[in-house]
């Protein structure tokens, strides 16, 4: 038997998937945000251009694309996240009308080691607003969010993170800052001394607890930052406490990708175990530029994992209002003289909007048995004697009544009830 490629899972039951998916949409669309859809292959050279060739996803995770044939020159990969190539497409399609608000939902792909809430293909809700330097849209976009998690999924375990991160120069004045710190401390992890000197920030994103505990004492950026991005930082903080959004402040939150400045936050949830992150983002003032956009245009953006907001629904299912399933309906012929009837039926039904099962095959008390476990609520059972009259045995499911009516009545029959 041929199985699943590790990394990767079947959902058989789509229900949950399409109610988290739904609902987010709904949410974002309040706010204007208009729906894209983005190719899952991209060229390996955006993101080793945006994300940074020392982060881990360019330099351990991309699943790259090779043609069998040996005549595809150019590197292509899989998309590993969604940021970068909505603004390939932001300067590709030369996007006058800023700021533009957009949100895309798809499969991402990572080389990573499978554990709960991380698959190598994965499920990912992004969100991007470009060309607008206001701190009152980082405080909506953060604010949206928090209201879908709290009011729309009525999720009660988890934690809003922020931090700010400034602009470029006053993140590199700050690296000399982290690195006179960081040669101090004894024990630091291999991987930390690597990215003390290649990507000193990323030290914060650490997993191991001993560096953890180092780096409690390590400087903060935002006592480091110029006048202006002190006053943003200042009235991010403001403006969500007036819009009572709960928040924690996080000097260590800086992301893993390189593109991020300024804003940075997250929501997390100890309910996911190791893997607590299930949504993040912030501002990426200079990446339009640096993907060969004529101006910079500041942005901001964030990415909301599926999978993992699918596992925090799982374990409140039951206080969730799930939409309701349309009625079933099944039709029975009780021979396969009957069967010509039954597609004529069926069609009869589906053109009115009905959602319709038919069953071909097996005894007729097999087939009601089917019907009842396949959660159809009628059953329109089409026998010899039905044929001969032009009638249609409907038997309620649940109470188990039935009636003969004509066949051309059935639907208006069926509406009725």
Known sequence: MIQKVRGTRDILDTTLFHFAITTIKKQIELY?????????????D????????????????????TSSSDQESESICLRPEGTAQTVRAFVENGIQTVPWKVFSIGQMFRYERPQKGRYRQFYQFNIECIGSAAIEQDVQIITML???????????NYTLHINFLGTQQERADFKSVLKIFLETLQGICDTCKIRKDTNILRVFDC????????????????????????????????????????YIYNPRLVRG???????????????LGAQSAFC?????????????????????????GIDRVMLLLEMIQNNITMPHKPALYAIIPLDPAQNPLALQLADELIAHGLYTETFFEGAAKNMM???????????????????????????????????IIKQNNAVSFLKGK
Not at 146 to 156: G, I, N, P, V
Not at 213 to 229: D, R, W
């Open 257 to 271: 990708l390189d593109y991020y400045n300024k804003t940075v936050f997250e929501f997390t949830s100890p309910d």
């Open 46 to 65: 955006l993101f080793k251009s945006s994300l940074g060739v020392e982060t881990d996803v360019v330099s351990k995770e991309m699943f790259v694309v």
């Open 146 to 156: 928090d209201r879908l998690f709290a009011k729309k999924f009525r999720l009660e």
């Open 369 to 403: 048995k089917r019907a009842n476990k396949s959660g159809a609520t009628t059953c329109l059972i089409i026998g010899e004697q039905e044929q001969q009259d032009g009638t249609v045995v409907i038997k309620d499911m649940i109470t188990g009544e039935q009636q």
């Open 280 to 304: 993040g983002g912030g501002r990426y003032d200079t990446l339009v530029a640096s993907l060969g956009g004529k101006q910079d245009q500041p942005s901001l953006g964030a990415a909301i």
């Open 207 to 246: 997993k191991n607890p001993d560096c953890q505990t180092l780096y409690v004492n390590a400087p903060h950026l935002i006592n480091h930052l110029g006048e202006q991005s002190q006053q943003e930082w200042n009235t991010l903080q403001e403006r969500l406490q007036e819009l009572s959004v709960s």
């Open 32 to 44: 204007h945000f208009t729906h894209i859809e983005l190719p899952i292959l991209e060229s390996v």
